[in-house]
């Protein structure tokens, strides 16, 4: 869907036109916002389907130009949102890539004073994300551009790296009382479905190694906790044609956490360990690692050997997505069920494996 073409944009009526769909009405504002915020005249306004806390939209421009605009829903967080924008303009300032932000007329980040608060963005023009898995070249285009950014955040004024001890990265005992909590909730349901009967015994058979996973945590050395990214996922991370990474977007306020875990969230990415033979995945693993390390020297072999421990734990200790049926029911599609069932086999073969991968890792990096 789109606006008319060179005709300045309508203000955002007060209540839906006659014969206008809500999604019309919104695009409508959007335009208006374009205008009066932007100084841009849009050609065209195309909603772009992803986007779970946002409502995301590709705008061309009269002069054929992309842009890339999100609305965001709530004004609640508007200020964490603004963190957001900063801390990846501060990347993008360090030579990170990552997608610009457009300053308003007012040279403000965020559009805050219309009817829609809205980001505008430079266009990453881009043929596929990381959420399918990682393969071939792009295991070390993901560790050059992660160790790119986390050399860069490590400079961030928020917080300065430290050293902590690695053991803390999962609190067991709450993950031991999550479960036993998801457990009742399921026990109490007078009829289970497919999946929740799964999950219930996937849930039960996670509570029963998180002895194992606490006991793996303990021979964990201190571990770098720095900036980072926040939400280093599949989806936040963007190709160009040739395998390179064309930005990492989505960024989350600027917060410390664990180093070895960002690193680990997109290299132990559950459908990049199955999807692969056990060798394969390892190889790129390395390979990410590796790469890691000559974009970022100064991080430490600990942190990246660690990372594969790290990795296994932290997805053994979460109840994501056995939880959603139970707390969040309404965005339970085959989608999300696939997810639980792969991200559950994925973790129990890394703990299966983590001493021979930990050793191959511990060999490359020498």
């Given at each position: 869907?789109?606006?008319?073409?060179?005709?300045?944009?309508?203000?955002?009526?007060?209540?839906?036109?006659?014969?206008?769909?809500?999604?019309?009405?919104?695009?409508?504002?959007?335009?208006?916002?374009?205008?009066?915020?932007?100084?841009?005249?849009?050609?065209?306004?195309?909603?772009?389907?992803?986007?779970?806390?946002?409502?995301?939209?590709?705008?061309?421009?009269?002069?054929?130009?992309?842009?890339?605009?999100?609305?965001?829903?709530?004004?609640?967080?508007?200020?964490?949102?603004?963190?957001?924008?900063?801390?990846?303009?501060?990347?993008?300032?360090?030579?990170?890539?990552?997608?610009?932000?457009?300053?308003?007329?007012?040279?403000?980040?965020?559009?805050?004073?219309?009817?829609?608060?809205?980001?505008?963005?430079?266009?990453?023009?881009?043929?596929?994300?990381?959420?399918?898995?990682?393969?071939?070249?792009?295991?070390?285009?993901?560790?050059?551009?992660?160790?790119?950014?986390?050399?860069?955040?490590?400079?961030?004024?928020?917080?300065?790296?430290?050293?902590?001890?690695?053991?803390?990265?999962?609190?067991?005992?709450?993950?031991?009382?999550?479960?036993?909590?998801?457990?009742?909730?399921?026990?109490?349901?007078?009829?289970?479905?497919?999946?929740?009967?799964?999950?219930?015994?996937?849930?039960?058979?996670?509570?029963?190694?998180?002895?194992?996973?606490?006991?793996?945590?303990?021979?964990?050395?201190?571990?770098?906790?720095?900036?980072?990214?926040?939400?280093?996922?599949?989806?936040?991370?963007?190709?160009?044609?040739?395998?390179?990474?064309?930005?990492?977007?989505?960024?989350?306020?600027?917060?410390?956490?664990?180093?070895?875990?960002?690193?680990?969230?997109?290299?132990c990415d559950p459908k990049s360990v199955l999807d692969n033979s056990a060798e394969s995945w390892l190889t790129g693993y390395i390979d990410l690692t590796l790469a890691y390390r000559d974009a970022n020297p100064k991080a430490s072999a600990g942190d990246l050997v660690s990372s594969l421990r790290v990795g296994c734990a932290a997805m053994l200790c979460s109840a994501f997505p056995l939880s959603v049926p139970v707390e969040r029911p309404h965005i339970v599609d085959a989608a999300m069920e696939a997810y639980g069932r792969v991200r559950h086999e994925a973790a129990l073969m890394l703990l299966d494996r983590l001493p021979v991968i930990e050793e191959a890792l511990?060999?490359?990096?020498?």
């Amino acid at each position: 869907m789109s606006t008319a073409s060179h005709q300045p944009a309508p203000k955002p009526a007060s209540s839906s036109a006659p014969g206008r769909t809500a999604e019309e009405e919104l695009i409508t504002a959007v335009a208006a916002a374009l205008v009066l915020a932007y100084g841009l005249h849009p050609a065209d306004i195309t909603r772009i389907p992803e986007g779970t806390a946002t409502d995301n939209y590709a705008v061309v421009d009269q002069a054929g130009r992309l842009h890339f605009a999100k609305v965001y829903r709530t004004r609640d967080r508007l200020d964490l949102e603004l963190a957001s924008v900063e801390l990846s303009e501060y990347c993008a300032d360090g030579g990170v890539a990552t997608a610009r932000v457009t300053r308003t007329r007012e040279h403000e980040l965020i559009e805050t004073h219309g009817r829609l608060p809205m980001s505008l963005w430079s266009y990453v023009p881009h043929t596929a994300t990381a959420e399918g898995g990682l393969t071939g070249a792009r295991w070390a285009a993901v560790g050059t551009a992660m160790g790119q950014l986390h050399s860069r955040l490590a400079t961030h004024p928020a917080a300065a790296p430290t050293l902590e001890p690695g053991a803390a990265v999962c609190d067991v005992a709450a993950s031991w009382d999550r479960f036993e909590r998801l457990i009742h909730a399921y026990q109490q349901k007078p009829r289970l479905g497919e999946f929740e009967t799964w999950a219930l015994q996937a849930a039960r058979e996670r509570q029963a190694i998180l002895g194992e996973v606490e006991r793996a945590l303990a021979l964990l050395p201190q571990l770098t906790v720095q900036v980072l990214h926040g939400d280093m996922a599949g989806p936040n991370v963007l190709f160009k044609d040739n395998n390179e990474v064309a930005a990492i977007v989505d960024f989350r306020p600027p917060a410390p956490g664990y180093l070895a875990w960002e690193i680990a969230r997109l290299g132990c990415d559950p459908k990049s360990v199955l999807d692969n033979s056990a060798e394969s995945w390892l190889t790129g693993y390395i390979d990410l690692t590796l790469a890691y390390r000559d974009a970022n020297p100064k991080a430490s072999a600990g942190d990246l050997v660690s990372s594969l421990r790290v990795g296994c734990a932290a997805m053994l200790c979460s109840a994501f997505p056995l939880s959603v049926p139970v707390e969040r029911p309404h965005i339970v599609d085959a989608a999300m069920e696939a997810y639980g069932r792969v991200r559950h086999e994925a973790a129990l073969m890394l703990l299966d494996r983590l001493p021979v991968i930990e050793e191959a890792l511990h060999d490359a990096l020498r």
